[in-house]
């Protein structure tokens, strides 16, 4: 082809030059799925087989799992919108400069070389077709390098992400495809590989029909692990599910969901959400957006949270964990027991198998005084600790050890002597020295032939004679029980149906309402005693892989130097506690730092004090930080020349040109500081640390409770 024929050709067509394609797009996240108000399940089962099948990678302790997607560990360096996009214009406009100069040739003809090199001659006629074609294919080829090279110059892709589909366009969440039977979980691989081929197809088809619901299969689970375990052989198993299904090993109640949910729960990884990490600068990158979430490998270190009243937290954090422990409940995998105020927000009677209305003429239960426990110095432990526990040390009883002496020599003589304990009336009496009452216990014993019993109740006998004998102070102690309202509760003589918490070794939900109104020191005094008697029954259980959880609604007055002692012991018993205070000021200040050493998972809410928040800060300890001092100095140019060019950079990053001088320091500083947790945590938001039963700790994070 001569220069004529190619010019003409040039001449003649136009040739817009086209925009490259960015790089390929990346994968939005999975959309957000709403609130469910019921179990994973449908009509046709489509709906719990993508949940089942829904990814849940390994992530950091408190992160919510389902479907979460992993950030990198640091936060990639960001440049500015407004640099961004005035760096992409500028790129364009001299990719079109560099084209223009081609096109016109004031750079010669050299980049045609190649194209005159690899047609033949007999192309080379000004109006052949094949000529036309193979030169503007060539023109296109040349275009798209150069709008790949300013392309890449001009960070065009990474517009694209931030600014383009990619950031505003959420995937349509679906089912996809199915996986290998060997790697989907609806197919129970665990049954197939030990040979319950049969059991695994009808689960298969109950999962695939819709019968099957995340409970079913968290329950049906549990009982599998059972038999790996040895508890159960494989032949029940087998006959219990070929026989009844999904509806297999089902809970003693019958009930396979609770009657309404009101958060987010994900059964496979044992998760409640109950939040949103902000995306603030100081939580770490890789929380930052990520659901927060809850389960037994967290509160196994127990949960403390501290806010005033309205700050959210039965309704932002108790409600959710009890409809999670009960959950798990259902499936066979905890017992619960929930003690908090008549009325309070913790969720419907039906979703409990035992409701105690201490107080309430019609409860059907009531609540064991002595924990269900035969011994009467173990009997004398607990009560004791519910009694006189929050004695301060400036009292001569304050460790609670002469209050269990004083116990234990009246329950150990009326014991042997009626074969039960007292009830709150006869305890009463006991304690105050009551001649008629000592004097029936004393005949019973001579008569019985209990030499021992009788030589510990003389020494009680003689104690009362004494200045400063705790008789009194524990009989006053047990006057605020002996009222007409609880004249009911309480009975030791078998004519009621009393709850004890030797019944956490299954799988139990319990809700127990205290009296707050009019009773508030007996309230406290009843918390107390369900802490003693929990802290005290878990540590005997057999079965410690039953997680065991105790949630205090309003924990005022019930932490004691026993009370920490027993909730540093739980980790090791599978069980966990959680407890709320409107202010660390309801426990007394010898007890704090030990009470926020023992908890593993502490939470502040918004509006605390800044002396609560002290506390915390001192707790949640420091850390090096990387400190940057900045000093910016204008720069004034003297000529036009420089004038002009200072303006276009005035232009394109918005600010006036600087001599910028960067002093970078390491200092340790405060994670949160008082301050900032009484004054820099919005409303609806709270300050969470973790730590799992396995020691893995996640720093201090700002959680909206909202989200």
Request: with cysteine; proline share 8%; glycine share 10%.
């Amino acid at each position: 082809m001569d220069g004529d024929g190619t010019r003409d050709a040039r001449g003649t067509h136009a040739n817009p030059v086209p925009r490259p394609a960015g790089p390929p797009e990346v994968p939005a996240a999975p959309a957000v799925p709403p609130r469910p108000t019921r179990a994973p399940g449908g009509s046709d089962g489509s709906a719990f087989l993508t949940w089942l099948r829904t990814p849940r990678p390994e992530a950091l302790p408190g992160v919510w799992r389902f479907g979460h997607r992993p950030r990198p560990e640091e936060e990639p360096e960001r440049v500015p919108g407004r640099q961004l996009l005035s760096g992409a214009v500028i790129a364009f406009l001299v990719g079109w400069l560099i084209w223009s100069l081609l096109w016109n040739g004031y750079l010669g003809g050299w980049w045609l070389l190649p194209l005159y090199a690899m047609i033949p001659d007999s192309w080379a006629e000004p109006h052949s077709f094949a000529s036309v074609v193979v030169v503007y294919a060539y023109y296109v080829l040349i275009a798209g390098i150069i709008m790949v090279a300013v392309g890449r110059l001009g960070r065009w892709g990474e517009i694209w992400r931030r600014y383009g589909p990619p950031a505003w366009r959420r995937a349509a969440p679906g089912a996809g495809p199915a996986p290998a039977p060997e790697e989907d979980p609806a197919a129970w691989p665990a049954l197939r590989a030990a040979g319950a081929h049969d059991a695994a197809e009808r689960l298969a088809a109950d999962a695939r029909s819709g019968l099957m619901r995340d409970v079913d299969h968290a329950r049906i689970t549990r009982a599998w692990q059972g038999v790996q375990r040895g508890r159960h052989s494989l032949a029940t198993f087998t006959g219990a599910v070929l026989s009844h299904g999904s509806a297999a090993c089902p809970h003693p109640s019958g009930a396979r969901d609770l009657p309404a949910r009101q958060a987010r729960h994900d059964l496979v990884t044992g998760q409640v959400r109950i939040g949103t990490a902000a995306d603030d600068a100081r939580n770490p990158y890789a929380y930052r957006g990520a659901g927060l979430a809850l389960g037994p490998d967290l509160l196994g270190t127990s949960l403390l949270a501290v806010g005033p009243a309205g700050s959210g937290k039965t309704g932002s954090l108790v409600r959710p964990l009890t409809e999670s422990l009960c959950l798990h409940a259902l499936a066979g995998r905890a017992a619960v027991v929930v003690v908090g105020a008549a009325g309070a927000d913790l969720g419907p009677a039906d979703a409990y198998d035992v409701v105690v209305r201490i107080g309430d003429p019609d409860s059907v239960y009531d609540l064991d005084l002595y924990g269900g426990t035969t011994d009467p110095d173990e009997a004398a432990v607990v009560l004791a600790e519910a009694l006189a526990g929050d004695l301060t040390e400036q009292h001569q009883g304050g460790d609670t050890r002469r209050s269990t002496t004083v116990l234990a020599q009246l329950l150990g003589p009326f014991r042997a002597v009626h074969g039960r304990f007292p009830g709150v009336p006869e305890l009463r009496q006991l304690l105050e020295g009551a001649p008629g009452p000592l004097a029936e216990l004393r005949e019973g014993l001579r008569v019985a032939g209990q030499d021992s019993l009788l030589r510990e109740l003389d020494a009680r006998e003689r104690q009362l004679e004494r200045p400063g004998d705790l008789g009194g102070v524990l009989a006053d102690r047990v006057a605020l029980l002996d009222r007409p309202a609880f004249a009911p509760f309480f009975d030791t003589s078998g004519q009621s149906r009393p709850f004890s918490l030797k019944a956490l070794d299954h799988p139990v939900r319990v809700r127990i309402d205290l009296p707050q109104r009019g009773h508030a020191d007996a309230s406290r005094m009843l918390a107390r005693l369900v802490l003693a008697q929990f802290t005290a029954s878990v540590s005997t259980r057999e079965d410690r892989s039953l997680f065991a959880c105790l949630v205090l609604d309003d924990a005022s007055g019930v932490v004691t130097p026993e009370a920490v002692r027993g909730v540093q012991r739980l980790r090791s018993a599978g069980a966990g506690v959680v407890l709320t205070l409107r202010t660390l000021d309801d426990v007394p200040r010898p007890l704090r730092g030990p009470l926020l050493g023992a908890i593993g998972c502490r939470m502040a809410l918004s509006g605390l004090t800044p002396w609560d928040g002290q506390d915390f800060a001192e707790v949640w300890g420091k850390e090096w930080t990387e400190a940057r001092d900045v000093t910016d100095r204008q720069i004034i140019a003297e000529t036009p020349a420089g004038k002009a060019v200072h303006m276009l950079r005035r232009v394109i990053t918005g600010k006036a040109p600087t001599a910028r001088a960067v002093t970078v320091r390491q200092v340790e500083r405060e994670r949160w500081s008082a301050s900032e947790l009484a004054h820099a945590v919005p409303a609806g938001h709270a300050v969470l640390s973790l730590t799992s039963v396995k020691g893995e700790h996640a720093p201090p994070l700002l959680v909206d409770l909202r989200g």
